[in-house]
């Protein structure tokens, strides 16, 4: 299990914006990509994350376009 501290300090590698935890996952609060959690260890890379549906480049995601 994740704790509540290294949650907080956790963010969206390409937004900076908060997380959400699900069960085998940390989901952006605001694009949506999945950061999957192997061995309560969270792998924030964008190489391993699940991007959200619709969605097939990192270019297009929310966080990415506010970043300009
Ligand atoms: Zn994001």
């Known amino acids: 299990m994740i704790n509540q501290e290294l949650l907080d300090i ?32 969270p792998i924030m890379l964008i190489e391993e994350a699940t991007l959200p549906e619709g969605v097939t480049k990192v270019e297009e995601l929310a966080c990415w376009q506010e970043e300009g």
């Open 10 to 41: 956790l963010v969206c590698p390409i937004g900076k914006t908060e997380l959400r935890l699900e069960e085998d996952a940390l989901v952006c609060t605001k694009c949506g990509t999945r950061y999957p959690i192997e061995d309560d260890i």
